[in-house]
């Protein structure tokens, strides 16, 4: 027993020495190994520690990239500009940021609580204007303000459609997207276009179409309920649910939506009619002038004219002129042109868009010269 116990502490002694010649060989390089580590993992740290102070500095005292103007965005919410062309919200009270820097943020949203806002990525999202935070992260190619509960974006297959305040696609996205156009709600209709005819129609807030896309210009009348429409060249009118009015068969439409009726120009002639047809005023002259005549020319003085005794000059729609005999109220010249002037007494000189190769002439009882 005892031999074993002699044997066993001998190996003990020979396996420690050998344990402390392994450690003498490695332990320099392990020291090494483990102080540059430590020393990495502080550096990497201090770094880090540093860029978050640099860009709290930033935020707070503009020591790199100064912000170069703000703008009011809702109650004491601004919207601050920076000199690396980024943009972020902030509390104008505590001066903390409320959002993160982004390419830009719309500062008109004018319908809605929320606007858009431009991420780093491109891409599309939208901010409350009240609280400066983001409601919906960027996400969308493309994307318009939110009108009347609604806003347009475009969806991934390349389509315009309508999401809600959670961001779920009331409308579905089956419209063409054409750039620079705006889809809005205006009074619970919006316009889109169809993106290879260039024709507009209408839908609206359900989604429903009101007006199919054939028409080459829609839009709402100033201050009223009525809105214009125009199809081949000729104008028209609906009302506020799109029902129409007066088909597109007029030179002009002007509305009086409050007085129910309108004025309707066609061929020259202007009449105010109610929107039930009936016809009020058959004719309608915006302006008269007195037309004259050279009678006598001067090399040193002033000309010599004469007032045609019965002709007048008369305009409507503000850029359409013609003649009119004050003896019978009728039509001499339709007030189709940009232009009437008097030759002589008994000739008339009308313009085309004030084209003098296209210059019309007329005698004084209605016939065409040229």
């Not at 597109?248 to 009086?256: A, F």
């Not at 008994?346 to 002439?361: K, P, Q, S, T």
């Amino acid at each position: 027993m005892e031999k074993k116990s002699k044997f066993r502490r001998l190996l003990t002694r020979i396996g420690a020495v050998r344990l402390g010649q392994i450690w003498d060989k490695f332990r320099k390089p392990f020291n090494f190994c483990w102080k540059t580590g430590l020393a990495i993992f502080a550096i990497v740290f201090v770094i880090q520690l540093g860029e978050a102070l640099i860009d709290t500095c930033k935020d707070h005292l503009g020591l790199t990239h100064y912000y170069w103007g703000d703008e009011d965005l809702g109650k004491n919410i601004e919207i601050r500009h920076f000199s690396n062309n980024q943009a972020a919200t902030y509390d104008k009270i505590t001066d903390e940021r409320l959002s993160p820097k982004v390419r830009w943020i719309s500062s008109v949203p004018e319908r809605d609580s929320l606007t858009v806002f431009c991420d780093k990525e491109g891409k599309r999202g939208y901010l409350n204007v009240n609280t400066g935070r983001v409601v919906i992260d960027g996400q969308y190619k493309h994307a318009w303000h939110f009108s009347e509960g609604l806003a347009a974006v475009v969806a991934d297959n390349g389509k315009v459609g309508f999401i809600n305040y959670d961001n779920e696609m009331f409308i579905p996205a089956v419209y063409d997207y054409v750039v620079d156009y705006d889809y809005i709600f205006e009074d619970g209709i919006c316009v889109l276009v169809d993106g290879q005819t260039n024709k507009y129609g209408t839908i609206d807030r359900q989604g429903n179409m009101k007006l199919p896309m054939e028409y080459s210009r829609i839009f709402k009348a100033y201050n009223e309920s009525t809105w214009y429409i125009r199809k081949d060249g000729k104008c028209g009118l609906t009302d506020s649910d799109m029902n129409i009015i007066f088909e597109p068969l007029y030179d002009n439409v002007r509305s009086n939506g409050s007085e129910k009726n309108a004025y309707l120009t066609l061929n020259g002639v202007k009449q105010l009619v109610s929107f039930d047809g009936e016809v009020i005023l058959p004719f309608v002259i915006d302006q008269t002038w007195p037309l004259k005549y050279m009678v006598k020319y001067h090399d040193d003085m002033a000309d010599e004219y004469e007032l045609h005794p019965y002709l007048v000059e008369v305009m409507i729609d503000y850029n359409c002129h013609g003649v009119m005999d004050s003896r019978s109220g009728k039509m001499v010249i339709p007030a189709i042109y940009s232009d009437i002037s008097m030759i002589s007494k008994d000739l008339l000189m009308a313009e085309v868009d004030g084209d003098e190769e296209n210059n019309v002439i007329f005698t004084t009882n209605r016939k065409m010269q040229k």
